[in-house]
Nanobody, 121 residues
């Protein structure tokens, strides 16, 4: 239902483009988000995109470096990551999200396998 891909190993300063294909029932009419989980840390939200006007939001740590987009025809959400840093290392997941009590929360309990991003020299 959520299949993320595009991860890999890059050097600091490099770029990667992640893609996540969702089932139609998850993707349609939902805001989508990219999360990441670094080793030994909690999963954190890094970017969101709304369903209609495609308003975006970013965590401060990635603002100006990452760009989220969606392809509604393919039920896909993408994450272009530039100027990567070692602290961007982690497993990246996508999920539908919803606004609840002044914050974005995941809308489903299903995360899929994610895709691993490793930034190291």
């Amino acid at each position: 239902q959520l299949q993320a891909s595009g991860g890999g190993s890059v050097q600091p300063g490099g770029s990667l483009r992640l893609s996540c294909v969702a089932s139609r029932n998850i993707f349609s009419n939902n805001a989508m988000g990219w999360y990441r989980q670094a080793p030994g840390k909690e999963r954190e939200l890094v970017a969101t995109i709304s369903s209609r006007v495609e308003t975006t939001s970013y965590a401060d740590s990635v603002k100006g470096r990452f760009t989220i987009s969606r392809d509604n025809a393919k039920n896909a959400v993408n994450l272009q990551m530039n100027s990567l840093k070692p602290e961007d290392t982690g497993v990246y997941y996508c999920n539908a999200v919803r606004w609840y009590h002044d914050t974005w929360i995941p809308k489903t309990r299903y995360w899929g396998q994610g895709t691993l991003v490793t930034v190291s020299s």
